[in-house]
């Protein structure tokens, strides 16, 4: 099946600080989609993103389908970003998400 | 418009029993999946309905069922539970061919 790569595992970053995190997979997909995951366990939709780019306030995303990757970019981040970032995808057409391991992001005041 | 709803949101469990958990999609929304989230496997899915009909089937023993009603809710039931049972269970729901907007989860503790 396919294998979903998320880097780095865990980020901790200081309030106000920029990052990037990056998901690989290893084979095409027709969908890609990024989450946020609250520590409520609740999956918050950030992005579908299946090429190309897209922005959402201080959050971005870049997914590069020919080379099998994409990015998430948080800027200016705050407190209240830290939880689980995940990348999943899906083969289509039958909704089939395979999530990578997640980021975990912690930022602190 | 409504978000994806399921209940119960917390269930204790013994060991052998079984237990059906629910999901309300959005409206409008024909594709329900179901996944598992726990921490050494992480998010597994388990299962997908569209038009009540199981579209897709995760790696999961047939202890796992699902089904979908004509009103696209859709329920899940485990069977003879066992400890590894316990984990998040969430329900996502989606239009056609787009992307899939998750439930607030089930946690299911098998004691």
């Known amino acids: 099946g396919i294998q979903v790569e998320q880097s780095p595992p865990d980020l901790i970053l200081q309030e106000g600080a920029n990052s990037t995190l990056r998901c690989n997979f290893s084979?095409?997909?027709?969908?890609l989609q990024w989450f946020h995951q609250n520590p409520w366990g609740q999956l918050i939709n950030l992005f579908y993103?299946?090429?190309g780019t897209k922005q959402n306030g201080r959050l971005s995303a870049t997914t590069v389908a020919t080379e099998r990757y994409s990015l998430l970019y948080i800027s200016s981040s705050q407190t209240t970003d830290s939880g689980v970032y995940f990348c999943?995808?899906?083969?289509?057409?039958?909704?089939?998400?395979?999530f990578g391991s997640g980021t975990q992001l912690t930022v602190l005041p | 418009k409504a978000g994806v709803t399921q209940t119960p949101r917390y269930l204790i469990k013994t060991r052998g029993q079984q237990v059906t958990l629910s999901c309300s999609p959005i409206?409008?929304?024909?594709?329900v999946s179901w996944y598992q989230q726990t921490p050494g496997q992480g998010l597994q899915f388990l299962f997908e309905?569209?038009?009540?009909?199981?579209?897709n089937k995760g790696n999961f023993p047939g202890r796992f069922s699902g089904r979908q009603f004509s009103n696209s809710r859709s329920e899940m039931n485990v069977s003879t539970l066992e400890l590894g049972d316990s984990a998040l269970y969430l329900c996502?729901?989606?239009?056609?061919?787009?992307?899939?907007?998750f439930g607030p989860g089930t946690r299911l503790l098998v004691l």
């Open positions: 996502a729901s989606s239009l056609s061919l787009t992307d899939q907007y």
């Open positions: 084979d095409s997909v027709n969908n």
């Open positions: 993103i299946p090429s």
């Open positions: 999943a995808v899906d083969l289509g057409p039958a909704r089939q998400l395979t």
């Open positions: 409206s409008g929304h024909r594709s």
């Open positions: 309905y569209f038009s009540e009909t199981q579209r």
